[in-house]
C-alpha cells in the first residue's frame, strides 16, 4: 500500500505537469546556473509573481557575480527592495560575490553559503544540472504531509522520504520537483485546497479524514 500510494502520486503528478506547469522566465532553457540560483535565492518566502516581475531587472543591472562584487550593498538592496527581506538578502549576496568568482556546483557547498540552505542548493542543481534530487520547502512539506500523513509526518528523514518519490531518470525528477512546486501553488493551497479538483483525493490522507469529515459533519 505504502509503495502503490508513492508510484501513484509520482504519475499522477508527472500526468499534471504535462497540461498545468507554469512559466516564468527562469525556466527559460538555457539559463546559466548563477540566473537559476538567482531565481530560487529569492523564491523563499516570496511568491514566484512577485520574482518574476523583479527577476529580469535584477540580472540586467547584475547579470553574474562579477557585477554583485562590484555594486555597493544599497544598491544590491534597493534593486531587490520590493520583494521584501531585501537587507538581509543583498548582505549575503554580497558575502557570496567576495568570497567566490563562480558559484560551487557541488550541492553541499552551496547550502553552506549565506541564507541559502538545503532547499536553494537542491533546487538549483536540480533545475540548472537536472541532478536527481529531492526538494522540500513549506509548501512541498504541506503536500506530502496532506497526501501521505502519518507516513510522512512520522518518517525518520524526510529528505529520504522526498527522493523516495523522484523518478528515476533526471529529466523526469526536474520534471516532478517543477511540478510539485506548481501544484503545492495552485491546487494544494495552504489556505482553501481545491481537493475537488485534485488527482491525489482518490488516496489523499487529508481529503479522507478532513474534508470528508466535514462535508458528513456539515450534512
Known amino acids: 500500500m505504502v509503495r502503490e500510494r508513492r508510484r501513484r502520486f509520482r504519475e499522477d503528478l508527472l500526468d499534471w505537469a504535462g497540461e498545468n506547469l507554469r512559466e516564468f522566465p527562469w525556466r527559460e532553457p538555457d539559463r546559466s546556473f548563477y540566473e537559476v540560483f538567482v531565481a530560487e535565492f529569492f523564491l523563499t518566502q516570496t511568491p514566484a509573481d512577485n520574482v518574476a516581475e523583479l527577476y529580469p531587472r535584477f540580472l540586467r543591472r547584475f547579470p553574474d557575480l562579477d557585477a554583485l562584487e562590484s555594486a555597493s550593498l544599497s544598491e544590491i538592496a534597493d534593486s531587490i527592495?520590493?520583494?521584501?527581506?531585501?537587507?538581509?538578502?543583498?548582505?549575503?549576496?554580497e558575502a557570496i560575490a567576495d568570497e567566490y568568482d563562480e558559484l560551487p556546483r557541488e550541492r553541499d557547498e552551496l547550502r553552506q553559503l549565506p541564507r541559502v540552505g538545503s532547499y536553494v542548493a537542491n533546487a538549483t542543481v536540480c533545475f540548472a544540472d537536472s541532478e536527481r534530487v529531492p526538494i522540500l520547502d513549506r509548501n512541498v512539506r504541506r503536500v506530502y504531509e496532506r497526501v501521505f500523513g502519518d507516513e510522512f509526518v512520522n518518517t525518520a528523514s524526510e529528505e529520504e522520504f522526498a527522493e523516495s518519490l523522484l523518478p528515476e531518470s533526471a529529466p523526469e525528477a526536474k520534471t516532478y520537483n517543477m511540478a510539485l512546486l506548481d501544484f503545492g501553488a495552485t491546487v494544494c493551497q495552504k489556505a482553501g485546497p481545491d481537493c475537488e479538483a485534485c488527482f491525489a483525493s482518490r488516496y489523499c490522507t487529508y481529503y479522507r479524514d478532513e474534508v470528508n469529515t466535514r462535508d458528513f459533519n456539515e450534512s
Open 81 to 93: 527592495e520590493p520583494i521584501g527581506f531585501h537587507n538581509m538578502r543583498a548582505a549575503a549576496l
